[in-house]
């Protein structure tokens, strides 16, 4: 069973980033700190949670930016108006 999706509210501020890796194929979203005890996996997304249960990355694998270039505007607009820094490694 799926868990429903908690967004980590905790005391501690943390930025989250959005990553992507081309080398590795990953695209990940941190969005908040913490050790992950637990995942939900379904085909190439693995969602992380803390002993909370709260979300803290989500990341999709065997992502192909090439493909999503012509919707990185969307993105890039995304992370400036959500003030979420957008990486690319």
Not at 51 to 56: A, D
Not at 67 to 82: E, G, M, P, T, V
Request: charged share 30%.
């Amino acid at each position: 069973m799926a868990k429903q999706l908690k967004m980590s509210n905790g005391v501690k501020k943390y930025k989250p980033k959005i990553i992507y890796d081309k080398e590795s194929g990953v695209f990940s979203i941190e969005v908040a700190r913490g050790k992950s005890v637990d995942s939900d996996i379904k085909g190439n997304v693995v969602i992380d949670y803390d002993k909370r249960g709260e979300v803290i990355k989500i990341n999709i694998y065997n992502f192909d930016f090439e493909q999503f270039r012509d919707h990185l505007n969307a993105l890039k607009y995304f992370s400036r108006s959500s003030n979420i820094p957008l990486w690319v490694k």
